[in-house]
């Protein structure tokens, strides 16, 4: 005996099927790409989080070498121990430069500790982070933060006063 489908449309049942099965794709879609959406705007905010870091260290760091007159210079100190900075002739308290201070690497500029807003954000330990006299008054700077295990380096040229 042949049975004779119902030309006429769906049952109520398989309306109800449908739909359930279309709600539960829709939500696993849903969740799936705004998962993807808020875990990239984190991303984003970090990594704009470490550019500025770094340009408020640099900034800082490349305007006093900068107005730094060659002839004020005493010494220049490149120990991954001790740390990479330039000690000035007129006082020898003001350093500028990276200098361990209690197992961390920490940022001096003109004696004075500059420190960043994000206590997340670290300076990678030497030699990741120094300053190198290149020649006669050009000065490299490198330097590496550390953030949620990874790490990004910077490298600036800073020309001081011959």
Known sequence: MMKNWNSKGMTLVEVLAVLVLGTIIALLAFNVLFGMFFNHKEKIITSANVRDVADYYLENLSNYIFS???NNVEKIVQSETEGYYIVEKDSPANITGFKK???????????????SSYPDIKISDFPNTKIVKERN??????LTLEYNGKSKTFNKEVHSIP
Do not use: A, Q
């Open 68 to 70: 730094l007159s060659e």
């Open 101 to 115: 201070d209690g197992g961390m690497v920490s940022l001096y500029v003109g004696g004075e500790k500059i420190e």
């Open 137 to 142: 008054n050009i000065y490299k700077i490198t």
